[in-house]
């Protein structure tokens, strides 16, 4: 039986364009942002409808943390308004908060307020950091220098490092020396890293304890490494921005169960050459709404 499984992505540079354009074919997908919008409005203070008006791509972490959960959460009940519903779910960073919302365990207020309270939360550190996408094995990556954390684990190749600015540059140089390819990601900020408290009490005050809802799918949790609920509380969230993303690890267990194709949620293609390398294949949400229809 095939089963469908859809993808979350991590966070990427978000340009503005497209998603008018699919707000404009999509009703669905465009009264899910306007839910999203109501609430970011409460939570964070401002409106979707003042990203329309700027130039240039969302990049900044307070905006672009919730604007991409609030993109993902949207393109997933789009999915399932056109009779797309996932067996299970995998999200990465960011992702992972849109996969705990498709699993039912996170509503759509719970699944925001953690974006806009972790972007928040995160950027006074995150800022003086960056993130590179590095040719090694984590192992090796971890044994250049203790000055950078590991941010995930892409393929057993292909390792995401974070550290303060300085300290990639440093690494990304001298890897560049050794001709190891390694591409800096646009962003301009870093996390998925130990620079960052331990515990932030605002940020565990402001989401408070979760009662999750009644499971909808299963999921992987690729900062947990397992098969989850995602009874999470805000502490849990919070370790969830400082640990390295497993994605390899969690494609993998899919593996295992026979599963080698996702749906790819997400602004950009993001998994079409990274999958290959895992055995496994991304279908875009648009193409995977041409066959559904």
């Known amino acids: 039986m095939t089963r469908t499984v859809i993808a979350f992505s991590g966070c990427t540079p978000v340009r503005r364009e497209p998603m008018r ?9 465009a009264d899910m942002l306007a839910q999203c919008d109501a609430i970011l409005v409460e939570e964070a ?3 979707l409808r003042q990203l329309w008006e700027e130039e240039g791509e969302v990049t ?3 905006r672009n943390f919730p604007l991409m959960v609030a993109f993902q959460v ?4 789009m999915l399932v308004h056109h009779g797309i519903r996932p067996d299970a779910v995998i999200g990465m960073s960011c992702g992972e908060v849109s996969a705990a919302y498709a699993t039912g365990a996170l509503g759509l207020r719970d699944a925001l307020r953690i974006a806009v309270h972790g972007g928040k939360s995160m950027e006074p550190v995150a800022t003086q950091c960056r993130m ?5 094995p984590a192992a090796a990556c971890r044994a250049i220098t203790d000055r950078i954390s590991i941010a995930a684990i892409m393929a057993p190749e292909l390792t995401v490092i974070s550290g303060l600015n300085e300290d990639v540059m440093s690494v990304t140089h001298r890897l560049a020396e050794r001709r190891v390819p390694v591409h800096p990601l646009p ?3 870093g996390v998925h890293t ?10 565990e005050a402001a989401v408070g304890r979760l009662a999750p809802g009644p499971a909808r799918c ?4 690729t900062s947990g490494g397992d098969w989850t609920s995602f009874d999470f509380d805000g502490a849990r969230w919070w370790r969830m921005f400082r640990e390295p993303v497993l994605f390899s690890p969690g494609i993998r267990a899919f593996a295992e169960r026979g599963i080698t194709t996702f749906i790819e949620a997400g602004p950009a293609s993001t998994f079409d050459s990274l999958l290959p390398r895992l055995g496994a294949s991304a279908v875009s949400f648009t193409d995977a709404l041409a066959v559904g229809a």
């Open 21 to 29: 354009s699919l707000m404009q074919r999509e009703a669905r997908f």
């Open 45 to 47: 203070g401002w409106s």
């Open 60 to 62: 900044d972490l307070p």
């Open 74 to 77: 949207s393109l997933f009940e």
């Open 132 to 136: 590179a996408l590095v040719w090694l």
């Open 187 to 189: 962003l301009p900020w």
């Open 194 to 203: 130990t620079l960052l408290p331990q515990r932030h009490p605002l940020f």
């Open 218 to 221: 299963q999921a992987f949790s």
